[in-house]
């Protein structure tokens, strides 16, 4: 090929820096500090991306009633929000009350994994979102985590409704204990991560924060090299492992090992404002 030609075919192509970023970011230990703070760093970076015109989303493993109040927050109102480790994702939809409407939806029967779980973990507590995004617990759960629609009730009711996600809070087991009985049940039929401590998400079969996010890039028609993803937990994995792959899946500094390990880079803590240093480089 001739210098002339190849010119000629690069006639009209995008210019690459002017294409905006994909931005997704993890909540709790990324934006959010373990105390529900948000720094004065972080809401100036995520500020200035979004008017630079860059698409600066959440995909959290929140339910959706607990996502939305954290754009209020950040004031920005991304076109999508991943919520619930990928199995719900929100579109903008100012016809809404709330801004967004349920776009997409993967939901499983909890009965079998309910169930099993009952039977290797005494005391747990247990809850499930339904494909409304009601929530049903047997005990109480931390605040912030599963919004204002939720109800106590027995365990058997769990198992009448399709799930968009299980979770599993065994304040008896420590981390390495609590991994080795999850490890030990053979959870084949879905997809799962461990949050917290003594913190499990269980999600419809191969669903994850990465299986959205990658919908949501191809109805943006955004570049995999300009993707870049934070988090900080075991269930930001499949997120930063996709990031990663053309574009930047940056780990915080306080990531468990294993998280770190799948990172192309890691940045300083929640606490250090590892966040607000990650977005300054765009």
Sequence with gaps: MTDSSRSTELVGAPDPADTPWLVALDIDGTTMHEDGTISDAVLAEVDRLDRAGHEVMLATGRSAAATLPVLTRLGITPRFLVCSNGAVTLAHDPSEPSGYRREWIESFDP??????????????????????????????????TIGDDSERVDFDELLAY??????????????????????????????????????????PDGVNKSTALERVRTELDIPRSRILAVGDGRNDIDMLLWAGHEGRGVAMGQSPDDVIAVATETTASVQGDGLAHVLATL
Excluded at 128 to 144: A, K, S
Excluded at 168 to 173: A, K, N, R
């Design 162 to 203: 399709p799930a968009t996600r299980v979770v599993v809070i065994s304040p008896d087991h420590q981390m390495e204990e609590f991994l080795a009985v999850v490890d030990r049940m053979g959870l084949h039929r879905v997809s799962y991560a461990i949050g917290w401590t003594a913190w499990l998400d269980i999600a």
């Design 111 to 144: 009965s079998d994994v309910l169930t099993t779980m009952r039977s290797h973990l005494d005391n747990a507590r247990f809850a499930v979102e339904d494909e409304q995004g009601h929530y049903r617990f047997t005990e109480v759960f931390p605040d912030d």
